[in-house]
T-cell receptor
């Protein structure tokens, strides 16, 4: 399977705990995105990496959230001191960005569903 | 007001019907328009994308963009039960990285 993969697929945690999610993008895709999707809503942008550099962060990404892409391949999203409002599907997407503009679209993984009790 | 508005439905139609799904947007800087399909508890899957105004056809699916009225449509002909899913419209400004999604319309095709 050469698509975007995410682990774990489901995570149940208690309020106040820290959680970490992993995303493996499509091989050679240099751009990686995190989105959050709550029930009945469309995905909302959280952050974007080009290779290992985090170039854009949404206001939705509070101080409790941190994302990394240490070697420009996989990425992790950590949420510290989880709150019930963090319960959502966390989606990762990747894209092959080429010089000269927008040439392709973002391909999404299956998501990690987080439930904070 | 959200940048992209989409009727959440739910929409239920009989098999074989023509389905029309619609979105409106507010930012005239949006230039690329996409439709994603999302099955329950799965990630969004790209169906079609178009640039600027016009129509694009792919099998039973037709995407239509009218930039003058800021209106995006997806038509599904000869709808099948396997088309039952949530359909998300999305758009992006050229050169930007952030996809902006509508709320999604939940569609059910009844056999």
């Amino acid at each position: 399977d050469t698509g975007v993969s995410q682990n774990p697929r489901h995570k149940i945690t208690k309020r106040g705990q820290n959680v970490t999610f992993r995303c493996d993008p499509i091989s050679e895709h240099n751009r990686l995105y995190w989105y959050r999707q709550t029930l009945g809503q469309g995905p909302e942008f959280l952050t974007y990496f080009q290779n290992e550099a985090q170039l854009e962060k949404s206001r939705l990404l509070s101080d409790r959230f941190s994302a990394e892409r240490p070697k420009g391949s996989f990425s992790t999203l950590e949420i510290q001191r989880t709150e019930q409002g963090d319960s959502a599907m966390y989606l990762c997407a990747s894209r092959l960005g080429l010089a000269g503009g927008w040439t392709d679209t973002q391909y999404f993984g299956p998501g990690t569903r987080l439930t904070v009790l | 007001q959200k940048e992209v508005e989409q009727d959440p439905g739910p929409l239920s139609v009989p098999e074989g019907a023509i389905v029309s799904l619609n979105c409106t947007y507010s930012n005239s800087a949006f230039q690329y328009f996409m439709w994603y399909r999302q099955y329950s508890r799965k990630g969004p899957e790209l169906l079609m994308y178009t640039y600027s105004s016009g129509n694009k056809e792919d099998g039973r699916f037709t995407a239509q963009v009218d930039k003058s009225s800021k209106y995006i449509s997806l038509f599904i002909r000869d709808s099948q039960p396997s088309d039952s899913a949530t359909y998300l419209c999305a758009t992006i400004i050229q050169g930007a990285q952030k996809l902006v999604f509508g709320q999604g319309t939940r569609l059910t095709i009844n056999p």
